[in-house]
Structures are given as C-alpha cells and as structure tokens.
C-alpha cells in the first residue's frame, strides 16, 4: 500500500511536471506566434518604408530632372538675353553716331548756308559796284570821246601826243571795262558752283535721313 501510495504520488508529480511543461511550451509558442507577428508587422513596416522610399527616389530623380531643364532654359534664356543686350548696344552706337553724323551735317549745312549767304550779299555789292564803275567808265568814254570829236572839230587833228595820251586813255578804260566783264563772270560762276554744292549737299541730307530713319525702325 505504501508502494502504490508513493508511485500513485509519483505520477502525479510527473503529470503535474508534464502539465506544467505543456503550458511553459504552449506559453513560449504562444510568445513566440506574437514574436513573429511582431517581426511580420515590422517586415510589412520595412517593405512599405522600401516603397516609400523607392517613391521619393523617383519624385527626387523627376524633380532634378525638372531642375536641370529649368536650368539649361535659364542658360538658354540668358545667353539670348547677352546676345539680345549686346545687339541693343550696337544699335545704340550705331544710333548715336548717326545723331552725331546728322548734327555735324546741320552744322555743315547751317555753316555753307551762311558762307552763300555772305557769298552772295558779297556777289551782289561786287555786281553793284562793278554797274556803277560801268557806269562811271561809260560816263568816262563818252566824255572823253565827245572830247576828242570836239578836238577834232576844233583843230581838224590832234597833235600825236594828245592822240597817244587818248588812245592810252580809251585802252585803259576798255582794259578797265574788260577786267571788271571777266571779274564779274568768274563771280557768277563761282556762285553758280556754290549754288550746286549746296544744292547737292541738301540733297545728300534728303537722301540719309530716310536711311537713317529706315534703319532706326
């Protein structure tokens, strides 16, 4: 009876241990199931957190290539503006030296207008004198060829050396006469040539201003 009592406790004892065991192993896979949803969830997390990042790579790799198009049509756009700056400068010299050209040929025009101006009040005293001194020559060879008729009517010939002193006379008045013709033709001439100078430079004007204009716009 004690025997059986003893291996009857003893059983107990093992079933007990065994129990025990059981729900230390059912503990520990139950721990361990929890363990590995734990990992299955952090694996999930780590996926996705691949994915997110393979996402934002991409809109990285989009938005640097947005970057450098946007930077080579600003190197475009900036070269374009250094020609465009550098042609408005040329225009602008080309502008300002046409002014310049324009003022210096108003000068010119304005300095040849008063020298034909001066020229001709100059021409035309010159011609008012040169009538006057015709006039008086005039006066004079009448006066001193109504002398010699006198002379001869009075006399009937003139001794040689009254006839000598007015044939020098009259040839210095025709000398005088011719000289002042000639004086005055070479004056009309050169007012004539005057004339056309100015005349061609106004038209030289008329012909740039055009141009000049035509290349401003």
Do not use: W
């Not at 001193?144 to 006839?163: A, R, V």
């Amino acid at each position: 009876m004690a025997l059986s009592s003893a291996f009857r406790e003893r059983l107990e004892q093992m079933e007990q241990t065994r129990n025990q065991r059981l729900s230390l192993l059912q503990a520990e896979k139950e721990v361990q199931g929890k363990k590995s949803q734990i990992l299955e969830s952090k694996l999930e997390s780590v996926r996705l957190t691949e994915r997110r990042c393979l996402l934002l790579d991409q809109k990285i790799a989009s938005q640097n290539f947005k970057i450098a198009t946007l930077k080579s049509e600003i190197e475009i756009l900036d070269s374009k503006y250094q020609a465009h700056s550098q042609k408005l400068r040329k225009l602008k010299s080309e502008i300002e030296e046409v002014e310049e050209t324009e003022k210096e040929k108003e000068r010119c025009y304005v300095l040849k207008g008063n020298e034909m101006k001066e020229f001709r009040e100059n021409v035309e005293n010159f011609v008012e004198e040169c009538q006057l001194r015709i006039e008086e020559l005039r006066d004079q060879f009448s006066e001193l060829n109504s002398t010699f008729k006198k002379l001869q009517g009075d006399n009937g010939h003139l001794s040689n050396p009254e006839i000598v002193a007015a044939e020098m006379r009259k040839s210095q008045l025709l000398a005088t006469k011719d000289n002042v013709h000639r004086n005055l033709a070479s004056k009309y001439q050169l007012r004539a040539q005057l004339q056309m100078q100015l005349q061609n430079l106004l038209n030289a004007q008329n012909q740039d201003c055009p141009s000049s204009l035509k290349g401003q716009s």
